[in-house]
């Protein structure tokens, strides 16, 4: 027997006419419930959707509102089985394709074509709330992917990292990180990943300290 599991509750609702498919709301769910789909943002389960709104200031056009109306109730399964899915992936990569934002590193595919290029920065994702001028200093013509060595799964970077690296054209690798034993983590994976990969990769370090400065004799750029 099946069961209505529809309830009244908060549900984003997008106006496809003021929608203009710039896709900024995309990156902004973190459920995956938003994608590009011919050329405009849709909602593609409700079950994806949370209710909570954190798209809602990314879109220029106010295409975005919450409204209350009959919806599956919120599913964290289904999103986790989202979430780990390609189609997600391939909209969070047509979206940076046009519009270079942060991206978590472990939602971009080990396979994109940004890991053949030599403008990546990863950054761990408090550096950009330390270090005063963060974009200037650090992230002109970058390609920024954050992350938490702390609190994220340290083994499948370290999966990604051995692919990219055997399997892709990158050759350099800019890597910004705070002055604490958690976030050195990043660090000295990156620097066994590339020798296990047995290729010249050349890493820089940038490390910011705790008083929100860039620790100049922590900075290291070698060929590995």
Request: charged letters at 30%; one cysteine or more.
């Amino acid at each position: 027997m099946e069961y209505d599991m529809a309830i009244e509750r908060n549900i984003i609702e997008i106006d496809e006419d003021l929608c203009t498919g710039c896709g900024k709301c995309v990156p902004d769910c973190a459920e995956g419930a938003i994608e590009i789909v011919n050329g405009k943002a849709r909602l593609v389960a409700d079950n994806l959707c949370d209710g909570i709104g954190a798209c809602l200031g990314s879109c220029p056009e106010n295409a975005l509102k919450i409204i209350q109306r009959q919806a599956d109730e919120f599913d964290e399964k289904e999103v986790m089985k989202k979430l780990e899915s390609k189609s997600v992936c391939n909209s969070i990569m047509t979206v940076l394709d046009k519009n270079p934002w942060p991206l978590q590193f472990l939602l971009v595919p080990p396979d994109s074509d940004i890991f053949n290029q030599n403008n990546i920065l990863i950054s761990a994702d408090c550096v950009s709330h330390s270090l005063k001028d963060y974009h200037q200093t650090l992230a002109v013509d970058k390609r920024i992917l954050i992350g938490c060595p702390k609190l994220d799964n340290i083994d499948e970077y370290r999966k990604r990292f051995l692919y990219i690296f055997k399997n892709k054209k990158l050759e350099y690798i800019k890597v910004a990180r705070m002055e604490v034993p958690c976030c050195s983590k990043i660090e000295n994976l990156l620097k066994d990943c590339i020798a296990q990969s047995q290729r010249k990769i050349s890493l820089e370090i940038v490390v910011v300290g705790l008083d929100g400065k860039i620790k100049t004799g922590l900075q290291e750029k070698r060929l590995l």
